[in-house]
């Protein structure tokens, strides 16, 4: 990755992400019940100190090395530095693999290598990733939802919208996971899902669309007429308040 990321950064994220984890995992839990859970870009490993709350007995978070391995919140030997723009392959299988918010900030060619590194990790993919106008700090490539779909339907994985309907009265739940959260699985992954999942799944040439509430559109409406570097400031500014006041 071409941006390294403050303790600052993580501290924001954090908070939210760990709130915003428990939600999402109260739905998920039961309908993939995973016993191990890789997270590309996970930072500190939050996410998947939920999953392990939650019964997972094998995580693994890969994020770049300017993660601060002290402040982890998962055991160290779960952690992996790694460059996120070259392709990824542990050796192992998991039962799902997820990266959350992470491919708006690595470049527009890293793009399919990171899809690559997901979907050869795991059957069951939890994807999120910014969309145009989200903004937010080295935010490099934000795409609409159906980008990210194509690249998984290339690799012969359908998209199941079965969280985002759910989510999207929580505000409990930071935004971009609500609005972008969107749950992946090949034919194998397919296979054992409950009918309330395999009920959302997009038919084929059924592109998935951007949601959010008025107020989210104006935002993204806002961002998308500022420069980038006006938007990583901006964020970065907001991190180190929110940061200071909690």
Known sequence: MSHV????FFDYIDGGARRSA???????QPWLGPASVIDLGSGRGVWLDEWRRCGAARVLGVDGAYVDQSQLAVPQHCFRAADLTR??????????AQSLEVGEHLPAAAAATLVDSLTRAADRVLFSAAV???????????QPL???????????????????????GNR??????????????NAAGAQGLPEVVRATALPAGVRLREG?????????GVVSCLPQGTVTRIAQLRAGLRTRMA
């Not at 990321?5 to 600052?8: A, E, I, L, Q």
């Not at 409990?172 to 699985?185: D, G, I, S």
């Open 5 to 8: 990321y403050s303790d600052t």
């Open 87 to 96: 392709p990824l392959d542990t050796g192992e299988r998991f039962d799902l």
């Open 132 to 142: 145009p106008g989200q903004g937010g700090e080295f935010h490099v490539n934000e």
């Open 22 to 28: 428990r939600a999402v995992l109260g739905l998920l």
């Open 146 to 168: 159906s980008h990210w779909q194509a690249l998984f339907a290339a690799r012969g994985f359908r998209a199941y919208d079965c969280l985002r309907p759910a989510l999207k």
């Open 172 to 185: 409990a739940v930071e935004p971009w996971y609500r609005y972008n959260a969107v749950l992946y699985a």
């Open 212 to 220: 959010g509430d008025a107020l989210w559109r104006l935002r993204r």
